[in-house]
């Protein structure tokens, strides 16, 4: 099993990283500096790509070597893969040898071995690389092979630029990538790599099949969880961050498609998911301050340009207002475009910038390093909170959310803040009904979540007609030409927002009705 982890650097910056004091003191010799070019094999159905594989041949001086990576996955930036390699006489592939060194009889084996796969394998893109390596041994005894890229990664016509480092442990605990990755960030501006040379290529090839054809949205939405209910606390905790930083890091908008409205919207529901999972082991683990602070800080950048996209593209588009003397909603919603465009950039930023680097980091290396248990004893007798079936710890969370969300559904008709409230409480109780649906059965579970989500994304709704309103005041302070368009707009928006409440009771009333899953 490979394990690595991947830095974007900027090209600027490389030869401040070559000279870098970290590498002096730990690089056991000079850096080792090889040109590489690679062809990365697949059949034009993509079989391999589909089963999560990838083959390269790759030609280092006069030698080529086939590689075959799979299984495994991609977690705050660390890189774990199943990985094969073997000598080849030339630029093909030869699938016969990789066999005889993969020990498994998974599904995906079997398709990538047959003859028939072998028989249509052709290029899909190549890389040109230059890489240095340097071979680390850290203080905590941990070995490191620690590698510069610079390079393309191209198909056809189309190519994309390769500057990063990788930092693949040898020996040792992954932690320790971590802890050398933070101490080269207090110097250096570097982002996490989610995506490899491999992901890069497949993105181009897509995009020349796509050609002047408008570009599908690259947006990731959650993926079910496989939960049981003997499993332990700890273990199911584990299962729903992960679950949650995968939806997370597959929408980093600073990491590709940093345009795409619905990447930013998917990053900010994994964000959200990810502090109610926090919310909900927050009785038996608690994550510390300063992370939950640095996760509240980047969840309300993104928040921020969500609302305006919200606005811009949703909200004013869909308005069906009457025609009024002097009122100009094309202006209006053109300002709105204007304006979320900015905080969509800065958004992007915020997720580009070291600081969220080292919140990924540190994050990443206190799930490794279990940071809940310091203090406790390690024996599972003195862990009854964490060893817990998970069966009856979801019961009474759902239960306390249960409770809580009656207790402030009862002010529903009071105030746009009683609303609000009682929207939180919704969504923070979707959430927890979806980490567990596993433990219930989506027949058992569907009717109950049904009536919540049709009772959240109202609320929803009408709390983007409040938020819109507040936007559009901000707005108007800054557009004194279309100030008269923008109050009529803000009067139309407080006619719906009032028209929804009767339709609010109706949904509340619905999901009274029903009983928790069992």
């Known amino acids: 099993m490979e394990t690595e982890l991947k830095l974007l650097i900027a090209p600027a910056h490389t030869k401040a990283f070559i000279r870098h004091p970290l590498i002096k003191r730990y690089a056991l010799a000079a850096p080792r500096i090889k040109d590489q070019t690679g062809t990365y094999f697949d059949t034009p159905d993509l079989l391999l790509r589909c089963n999560d594989a990838g083959l390269r041949v790759r030609r280092t001086g006069k ?29 093909q592939p030869d699938l016969a040898v990789l066999r005889e060194l993969v020990d498994s009889d998974a599904p995906w084996a079997r398709k990538v071995f047959s ?13 040109r690389i230059q890489r240095m390596v340097w071979d680390l041994k850290l203080d905590d005894g941990a070995e490191v092979e ?25 020996s040792g605990e992954a932690t320790s990538l971590f802890g050398f990755a933070l101490r080269l960030l207090q110097d250096l501006p570097l982002r996490i790599g989610i995506q490899s040379k491999a992901q890069r290529g497949y993105t181009l090839f897509h995009q020349a099949r796509q050609g002047d054809a408008a570009a599908s949205s690259s947006a990731t939405r959650a993926q079910p ?25 597959a929408n980093d908008i600073a990491d590709q498609d940093s345009g795409d409205i619905e990447r930013l919207h998917q990053m900010r529901v994994g964000l959200r998911r990810l502090r109610s999972a926090f919310a909900l082991f927050g009785q ?22 969500r609302d305006w996209d919200v606005l811009a593209a949703e909200t004013l588009p869909q308005l069906n207002m009457p025609a009024a003397a002097g009122v100009d909603l094309e202006a209006v919603r053109k300002a709105a475009l204007i304006q979320a465009g900015k905080e969509h950039a800065l958004a992007v930023h915020a997720v ?32 009854p909170a964490l060893t817990q079936p998970l069966a009856r710890f979801a ?7 249960q409770k809580r969300l009656s207790k402030r559904g009862a002010h529903l008709e009071e105030s746009d803040r009683a609303r609000h409230r009682t929207r939180i409480a919704a969504k923070k109780m979707r959430y927890d009904v979806e980490f567990f649906q596993a433990l219930y059965g989506e027949k058992n579970s569907r009717a109950y979540l049904k009536a919540l989500a049709r009772l959240q994304d109202h609320l929803g709704q009408q709390n983007d007609l409040v938020v819109a309103d507040a936007l559009l005041q901000q707005l108007q302070q800054g557009q004194t030409r279309h100030a008269a368009s923008i109050a009529w707009v803000r009067g139309f928006l407080a006619g719906q927002t009032r028209d929804g409440h009767a339709h609010t009771r109706r949904l509340w009333k619905k999901w009274q009705a029903q009983e928790l899953p069992r």
């Open 284 to 305: 038996v683990i608690a994550l510390p301050a300063a992370l939950e602070s640095e996760f509240e800080w980047i969840a309300e950048a993104i928040g921020t340009a």
């Open 63 to 91: 030698e080529f070597i086939q590689t075959l990576k799979a299984g495994g996955g991609v977690t705050g930036g660390l890189h774990q893969r199943n990985e094969w390699e073997s000598l080849v006489e030339g630029e």
């Open 146 to 170: 620690c590698v510069l890229d610079q390079g393309t990664v191209e198909h056809g016509a189309l190519q994309t630029e390769v500057c990063e480092i990788e930092l693949e442990l040898k």
């Open 395 to 401: 019961r009474q969370m759902l239960q306390r959310d």
């Open 352 to 383: 580009a910038s070291p600081r969220y680097t080292v919140l990924v980091l540190q994050f990443n290396r206190w799930l490794l390093q279990s940071g809940w248990r310091e203090g406790q004893g390690q024996d599972q007798a003195d862990q």
């Open 115 to 127: 003859r028939q796969t072998a028989a249509r394998l052709t290029p899909i893109f190549s890389t």
């Open 225 to 249: 969880l496989q939960l049981t209910r003997k499993m332990p606390v700890e273990q199911a905790f584990l299962a729903v961050i992960g679950n949650c930083v995968a939806q997370i890091q």
